[in-house]
């Protein structure tokens, strides 16, 4: 399995290879569409946004000719995140439109995303190389970094969510049918992308952004709760929904936490997740609550004696 990792790693590095680092002067504000028009390659956008701006261009994309089935997740292996700033994104762009070019194929992925910015490189109009099985019924999605070492985490975490939401959102594509290029059977990439990147917790960030889950307490919405489902089950932050009940937090640690209210003492079941504590909803009753979590309007009610 490692080997084909390898294997797998080694084709990805073959094909960034060619965005290595180049001294020429960027073109900014210039789009690229015709100048690697050449072949069969179709060209580039090699434009960056941020998530509002790539938000407002995906809106005002025309798919009526070519539409996607799902997103295909991957990510660069190389650059490594933390070189791709040693050389202009629009630099890198060309040179991986020249690469493609030279390979004969109509185009490449349609997106790069770093920590900086949303990168467009084959227009999201029509289907992209990136996954042999995938291509015609998908958008192809690399995140640069390798994920087997570095942390899928900050702004490229924060951009790669905000990027899917917006192409879910455009096609009307259910998030759930997301894919990691290792899904496909007909690729050698079997470590594409790095186990840093996960496909539940992915999917959960991006429905989150997409239908956020708002946690009522007597009646009245509680701010920075966090709240996500994991699987079928809705989590909630521990020290924003405790509080808000009326109960404090004593301790936290060895997978329990330990609350208290006057004489009363309860132990909960508790994820850690990044900084925070996380508790599922139904949980919550062991604390006398009553929890409704109404799926549809995606809104958990929770209230006490
Ligand atoms: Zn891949």
């Known amino acids: 399995m490692g080997r084909y990792r390898y294997i ?5 590095v073959l094909l960034l290879a060619l965005a290595l680092p180049s001294l020429s002067a960027p073109h900014r504000g210039s789009t690229m569409s015709t100048k690697y028009a050449r072949g069969r390659f179709g060209g580039i956008v090699g434009e960056r946004f ?3 701006e790539f938000a407002r261009y995906v809106d005002g994309l025309n798919l009526s000719k070519w539409q ?3 997103v295909v997740l991957h990510n ?3 650059p490594h995140l933390s070189a791709w700033g040693t050389v202009t994104g629009e630099t890198r762009m060309r040179n991986l439109a020249r690469y493609y070019a030279s390979k004969g194929w109509r185009a490449g992925p349609h997106l ?4 900086d910015f949303i990168w467009i490189f084959s227009p999201l109009t029509a289907p992209g190389t990136h996954s042999p099985s995938f291509n015609s019924q998908s958008w192809g999605v690399e995140v640069v970094g390798d ?3 570095e942390s899928f985490s900050g702004g490229v975490r924060s951009n790669t969510i905000a990027a899917l939401a917006t192409l879910h959102n455009r096609a009307g594509i259910d998030p759930a049918s997301l894919k990691l290029h290792r899904d496909d059977p007909g690729t050698s990439h079997h470590g594409c992308p790095g186990r840093g990147i996960v496909r539940a917790e992915v999917i959960a960030e991006v429905m989150a952004l997409l ?3 708002t946690v009522m307490v007597h009646g009245r919405a509680v701010p920075h709760t966090g709240a996500h489902m994991d699987g079928d089950r809705v989590m909630v932050a521990l020290r924003a929904v405790a509080t808000a009940l009326g109960w404090a937090v004593y301790r936290v640690g060895d997978g329990k936490a330990t609350l208290g209210r006057g004489m009363a003492e309860r132990a909960l079941p508790v994820t850690i997740q990044g900084s925070s504590g996380y508790v599922r909803a139904a949980d919550l009753r062991q604390l006398g609550a009553t929890v409704d979590w109404d799926g549809h309007k995606r809104q958990l009610s929770i209230s006490a004696p």
């Open 50 to 52: 941020t998530p509002p």
């Open 68 to 70: 996607p089935d799902f």
């Open 211 to 213: 239908h956020p889950i």
């Open 147 to 149: 994920y087997d070492v």
């Open 112 to 115: 790069f995303i770093a920590d």
């Open 8 to 12: 797998g790693a080694l084709i990805c």
């Open 76 to 78: 660069t292996w190389l």
